[in-house]
Structures are given as C-alpha cells and as structure tokens.
C-alpha cells in the first residue's frame, strides 16, 4: 500500500488547490455557490489532469517494445508501472528458458542415431533431423511444411503412412542408396505423426552373414558325418576281412580328423573374436615359432618341396604366442598343401626402416586369380574347393590369420598371380617389434621365389 499515501497527499494537495480557486472566485464573485463548484471542479480537473500524464507515459511504454524500465512515478501508477514491468520480465524469462529447453531439446533429438520426422494433420513436415533428411533425401530447411507423401513416393511408405496401422514397423529400401530402413511412426497430439527411421543394413547384413556361417557349419559337419554313418552301416550289415575293416576304420578316422580340425579352427576363431587384444608387453621369440612351423611343415610336405623356412631373425614380436603360431603356421601349412611336388616354400623376415616388420610366406604354387585375393580371408572361403578338403582344409585358415593379425595391430597383405605361386605377407606395427640379437635373414633370392609377384 506504498501508493496510498502519495494518492492522499495528491487529493489533499487537489483539495487545497481547489479550496484556494474557490475562495478567490468567490471573494471575486461573491457568490458562495459558484465558488464551491469551481473549486471542486479544479481540484478534481487537476487530479485528473496528473491522472492522464501518468497515465499515457506508461501506456506510451507498454506499445513499445518494453526494453527500458517503465516509467517511475510516484504513487499509483508507479505502482501499477512496476508490477506490469516485473510481470513482462517474467514472461520473457519464461519465454527465454523455454525457447532455451526447446533448442536443448531439439539439438538432444539432432543428435539422435535414428532419423526422427515430425508431420502435422496434413502429413506436412514439421521438423525433421538431419539424420531423417539423409534417409528420407530430404532438405531440412526448404522441405519444411511440404507435404511428405510429395517428397518420398515409395508406394509402401505412402500406403503404410494412410493405413495408419503403425503395431508393425516398415522395412523400406533408402530412397538414397542401396541400404535398407526401418520405419516405424507413432501419433501425439492432435492428428500428429512421429516418424523414425533406423538405417538397418548392417543388421541385416550381420544377420546374413550368421545365416550363411550356421549354414556352412553344418554343411561341413554334415558331410564327414554322413560317410562315418555310411561306413557305420556297411560295418554293421557286411562282414568284412579284417584287411577291408582296416581300411574302413583308416577313412573313419580320417573324416574323424577332419570333424575336429573343423570345431578346432571355430573354437579357435571363437575365442580371437571373445577375448580382449593382447597387450604389446609379452614378447615371443620369432624364431623359436618358425622352427616349431619349420618342423610341421617338413612333416607335411614329406620330403616333396624344397623348403626354406629357416631365416634366423633374432627378432621379438609383441603378442599371444599360441596366436601368432597359428597365423604363421596357417600360411605356412597353405603354401605346403597348395604348391605341388617340386614347388618351393619360404619364408623371409624383414626389418623395414619405420620399425615395423615384414613376415613373407613364398611359394611357387599355383597362385591365386586376382577376382578371389579379397575374399579369401572370408570364413569358409576356398578357391579350389576340393583341393582344401583333400588335403584336410577347413576354409578357416585365413580368417584366423587375418583376426590374429588385427588383434596383433597388424595386417595380412596378400599378393599372387596365377601360374607364379604367391606371396602372403603379416605386417607387424614397430610397437610390436623389437630386434634382440644379430639376424642372418632368410635369402629370398636363394630360392626359386624370385618370380613371385611383389618383387
Ligand atoms: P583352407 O582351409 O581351404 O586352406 P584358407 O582360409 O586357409 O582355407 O584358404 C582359403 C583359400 O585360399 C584356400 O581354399 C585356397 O583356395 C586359397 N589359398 C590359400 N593359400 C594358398 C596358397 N598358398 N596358394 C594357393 N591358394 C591358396
């Protein structure tokens, strides 16, 4: 009530006014009535005359744009000036923080890895992210209040969209490329539409390849187990000598073999794809690892290939022992079962300036047509088919190899020419490589590699 007092003091200080007009138009006139009326008509003229200044200064500031302080009177309308004033900060406060929450809001819904597309009663775009406007091949500005049915014609989203049966999402092929959406939309408000979409060629595409890898898996254990059951049941219902029975029992244990290379190599794919990277602080003598491959490979090729296999390296890598085994021996074992008799195998280390190091697997095999190098390292792979299950391959090798070396933060190059022989190569990061005694490296000129590609 700090606007009474000044009000009173004001209609005191009219009354005065007034009072001091009357009395002299009265002693001018004489007459008593006249007085009193003009009195209280200036008295109550110049209240009204403060009134109406005051009045139209704060009128004049509420019709602008209100950004300086409202007018400040004493009395009433300073009163009424600062409680309009502090109403209007209020409001624009509570504009500013809500305009605010809505970017956040937006920006929180930009950021999103779905698309996200905003359709009024018509179908018309509201707002969309940019995410919707890649799947959608829409331009978030210029597209804005088009209607979306306009832009994106796809048949099954345009009907999908009026059906406005939404339980199951739509699987629609990106107007864009050649992926693959998922689109589902859900209503709000008053006629409005949600539409999110989810880029899910990936999925599918891991989903397929886990399709194909089931279906290759139990093709390759189907096969071995329909001849042990064929030889269970000749066993079973015809006698046999015991030469024929040895015989028998020989090509069991070879499919036997065959069966448990098989869930070996899955096994062991199973836990390079489980198990966390190994760390660069366990160091494996290289050349104790070629002897042990050296040794099996002899033992494999029995004496049909001249082998070079020997290079003393004096070199460390950083890494899983076991792993590094079997991707050097994997390649080695491949260069052996694929050369044929009289064709030579080696292997030849080299430090290169960087730091990093160079482990080539050469032989003068038959090589490798240019159409099959990069997909070689895909499970169950093979370019020559019955070769590999001849001589007990599983079409695993490479994909270890190629798992081992990414784990190892390496990579495996692979070079060959049809009628040449091929080159396969495991690329060591200097992180992982360390020499510790002199080397007398693996002379690949000494043997007949020198016409493999990469020379
Ligand atoms: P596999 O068990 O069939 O050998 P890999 O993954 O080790 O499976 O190899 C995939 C395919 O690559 C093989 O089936 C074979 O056709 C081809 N290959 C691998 N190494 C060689 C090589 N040294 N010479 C020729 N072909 C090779």
Excluded at 380 to 402: A, N, P, W
Aim: net charge neutral.
């Amino acid at each position: 009530m700090t606007w009474l007092l000044p009000r009173l003091l004001m209609a005191l200080v009219a009354a005065l006014l007034g009072f001091v007009i009357g009395a002299a138009v009265r002693s001018a006139s004489g007459a008593d009535g006249l007085g009193l009326a003009v009195g209280v008509v200036s008295g109550v003229l110049l209240m009204m005359l403060v009134d109406a200044v005051r009045g139209s200064r704060l009128l004049g500031w509420l019709r602008g744009n209100q950004f300086e302080n409202a007018p400040r009177d004493t009395g009433l309308w300073g009163e009424v000036g600062y409680r309009i004033e502090r109403a209007v900060r209020d409001r624009d406060r509570a504009v500013a923080r809500s305009r605010l929450e809505l970017e956040q809001f937006l920006s929180a819904i930009e950021a999103s890895p779905n698309g996200v597309l905003m359709l009024d009663l018509q179908e018309q775009i509201v707002w969309c992210n940019r995410v919707a406007a890649d799947h959608f091949a829409l331009d978030p500005q210029r597209d804005l209040r088009q209607r979306i049915t306009n832009l994106v014609r796809a048949p099954a989203f345009v009907a999908y969209l009026q059906a406005g049966r939404y339980a199951e999402p739509l699987v629609l092929g990106n107007s864009r490329g050649p992926g693959t959406l998922s689109i589902v939309v859900r209503e709000y408000g008053e006629g409005m539409r949600l539409v999110l979409s989810l880029d899910i060629t990936e999925r599918l595409r891991a989903e397929g390849m886990r399709r194909d890898f089931v279906a290759n898996v139990s093709h390759e254990i189907r096969t071995p187990l329909t001849v042990l059951s064929g030889f269970i049941e000749t066993m079973h219902s015809l006698p046999l000598t015991s030469v024929e029975r040895d015989r028998v029992l020989v090509l069991m244990n070879q499919q036997t073999q065959r069966m448990q290379t098989l869930v070996a190599d899955l096994l062991t794919l199973a836990q390079l794809e489980g198990s966390p990277r190994p760390g660069p602080d366990r160091w494996v003598a290289l050349d104790a690892l070629l002897l042990r491959v050296a040794a099996d490979a002899e033992a494999l090729s029995a004496g049909r290939h001249p082998l070079h296999l020997k290079p003393v390296t004096g070199v460390e890598l950083a890494g899983v022992e076991s792993e590094l085994l079997s991707a050097i021996a994997n390649l080695v074992t491949n260069a052996v079962r694929y050369t044929p008799d009289g064709g030579e195998v080696g292997v030849v280390w080299r430090l290169l300036e960087d730091g990093s190091g160079e482990l080539a697997v050469v032989d003068t095999g038959p090589g490798i047509a240019r159409e099959h190098i990069p997909r070689l390292t895909e499970r169950f792979y093979r370019v020559d088919g019955s070769r590999s299950r001849e001589t007990g391959g599983t079409g695993l090798g490479l994909s270890i190899v190629k798992h081992v070396m990414q784990r190892h933060g390496g990579e495996l190059m692979i070079q060959s020419e049809v009628g040449k022989g091929s080159r396969f190569r495991l690329l060591f990061p200097s992180a992982r490589v360390r020499q510790v005694s002199d080397s007398a490296l693996g002379d690949e000129a000494a043997f007949g590699a020198a016409a493999v590609p990469g020379h």
